[in-house]
């Protein structure tokens, strides 16, 4: 369902960092946009072709947020028409404010891009399959306002966590009750008293094993077992170009 331009943690750049996207022909979706990113963005190629991209954002960390204005620049500056907004970025209401100061401080004009505020669900128009965005708020840092999604594309309903620490009740009862096609957890194998992130041992505790094939783990941090999350059931999603589950193998 998703492909990914990175999978990894803050740290575990080898991996880049965590974004899912889908692409279309000349356009581009996009779940946020991570310091070590832009890099393999260019180097991929994946911009080939591309005059639209929509940015999806989860929070305001550096490795979600850190090269989206590099890529604003980008497509501004580098894709014809030339001086012409190519990039939209989708935040909740609740990070608006933020995002937009932290725009202005690194130099993104508001005329180099296009900003949507999305407050509570949200049915975008001819957006790549994806006819209904909503999002869900999640426990990170308590420094930051952060948020998952539940995304409906081509008609099958999504959990995506962005980062986060635990899995909200509501969204592991749809999970648990059949209404969730494709569930994708930050998970980490750090597992400790105020982990920011989801061990693995927890995901394992609130995941029935007949759920598990729906769940892939991603923002993979240094020490995660591939083998392990595989052997209790888990899909775990590549960086790269490989798409998941049946529309696309995307587990290691």
């Known amino acids: 369902m ?22 279309d022909d000349n356009r581009l979706f996009m ?8 890099d393999r963005i ?9 005059d639209n991209i929509t940015v999806l954002m989860t929070h305001l960390h550096p490795d979600h947020v850190g ?21 939209t970025v989708f935040t909740p209401d609740g990070i608006s404010r933020n995002f937009l100061t932290l725009m202005d401080c690194v130099g993104v004009r508001e005329d180099q891009f296009r900003h949507i505020e999305i407050a509570g669900k949200y049915e975008p128009e001819n957006l790549l399959g994806i006819s209904q965005i909503i999002p869900v708020p999640v426990t990170h840092v308590r420094e930051l306002t952060c948020y ?10 999504v959990y995506y966590s962005g980062d986060a620490n ?20 930050d998970t980490s194998k750090a597992d400790y008293e ?37 052997r209790l059931g888990f899909n775990v999603v590549k960086c790269g170009n490989s798409s998941s589950s049946d529309m696309g193998n995307n587990s290691e």
């Open 67 to 87: 090269s989206l204005g590099d890529l604003i620049f980008y497509m501004y500056m580098k894709v014809k028409p030339l001086f012409v907004p190519k990039v």
């Open 31 to 38: 779940l946020d946009c991570g310091s070590a990113n832009f």
């Open 42 to 50: 260019i180097r991929s190629s994946l911009l080939l072709g591309v």
């Open 194 to 230: 105020g982990n920011v992130h989801l061990s693995l041992r927890k995901l394992t505790e609130l995941i029935p094993s007949s759920l598990r094939h729906k769940v892939y783990c991603m923002h993979l941090d240094e020490t995660f077992s591939v083998e392990e999350a595989n």
């Open 148 to 157: 998952a999604y539940l995304l409906k594309i081509q008609n099958k309903q």
């Open 166 to 185: 635990m899995i909200p009740e509501e969204v592991l009862n749809s999970l648990k009750n059949g209404e969730i096609d494709f569930f994708y957890q």
């Open 2 to 23: 998703l492909k990914f331009i990175g999978c990894g943690s803050a740290f575990n750049t080898n991996l880049g960092n965590n974004s899912a996207y889908i692409k």
